[in-house]
């Protein structure tokens, strides 16, 4: 079989690569090269990148051979090792723009932040009240683990908050969470009184750039049906799997 060998130079080769590499990757620091070989030549800082990289590959820790040529194998080679690390690269970027808050990207900036949240924590409490005053248990359960859910989204959204966040869960929503489970009525009124004086301790001792605290922001138990076209006193009773 007559096979036509393509053969490019190598410094060409170095020179197409280094260009997509430094298209692609920006600003990158580079391992000082080894190589004996390559010191002086022309291409040498292009080497180092590439080698730095792990692209392309002396032959050994000291032997380049800058001025040889490539066979197609060693070309597909580098092509491959050069979009393996592109794509790498590229996942590590959105991963990492996706897993940590950055609010001067605008879809970051438009994700609900405390306040937003604290408006359906409310909501939710308010309806955990009246759920559990009518003994509908399930109800009341759904109405907590929906509060616990939307505090979540505080926590991703303003981690600054995250801590105080989860001491108010484990303090004050997990014991409610236990009278709910054990349908015992005086012991949710009690759990329920003590999440509210666990708002108010929160909101006074929470600041921001504009206050000092937020103890203007006082919690009550909620006198008011916040859903009245909600029947509460529905029996539970469709068992909760948890
Ligand atoms: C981590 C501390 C913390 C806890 C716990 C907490 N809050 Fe808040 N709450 C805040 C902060 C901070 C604000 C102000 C938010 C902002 O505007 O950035 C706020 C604001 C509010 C607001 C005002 C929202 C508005 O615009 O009307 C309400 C209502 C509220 N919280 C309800 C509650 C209720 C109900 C609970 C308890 C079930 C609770 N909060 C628990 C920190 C907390």
């Avoid at 897993?99 to 359906?120: C, F, H, K, Y």
């Avoid at 489970?181 to 921001?208: E, L, R, V, W």
Wanted: with cysteine.
């Amino acid at each position: 079989m007559n096979v036509k060998k393509l053969v490019m130079s190598k410094k060409l080769l170095v020179l197409l690569i280094a260009t997509v590499c430094l298209l692609l990757l920006g600003t990158t620091a580079y391992a000082a090269s080894t190589f004996t070989d390559t010191v002086g030549h022309w291409a040498q800082p292009l080497i180092e990148k590439v080698a730095a990289l792990g692209i392309m590959e002396g032959h050994n820790p000291t032997t380049f051979g800058p001025d040889e040529n490539v066979t197609r194998a060693q070309l597909a080679a580098t092509e491959a090792r050069a979009y393996d690390k592109q794509a790498a690269d590229t996942t590590k970027l959105v991963n990492d723009k996706l897993s940590t808050v950055d609010r001067t990207l605008a879809l970051w900036n438009i994700q609900p932040g405390l306040g937003t949240v604290m408006i359906e924590y409310g909501n939710r409490m308010a309806r955990l009240w009246f759920a559990g005053n009518a003994g509908n248990w399930d109800m009341a359960q759904y109405q907590l683990d929906e509060m616990v859910e939307i505090q979540e989204v505080g926590e991703t959204t303003r981690p600054a908050r995250k801590a105080m966040l989860k001491a108010f869960e484990d303090s004050f929503l997990t014991p409610l969470g236990t009278t709910i489970a054990a349908q015992d009525k005086p012991a949710f009124t009690t759990a329920f009184n003590n999440m509210i004086a666990g708002c108010n301790g929160c909101h006074a001792a929470s600041a921001s750039a504009d206050w000092n605290s937020y103890q203007f922001v006082k919690i009550q138990k909620p006198t008011n049906d916040p859903a009245d076209y909600i029947q509460w006193n529905t029996p539970g009773g469709t068992g909760n799997k948890k």
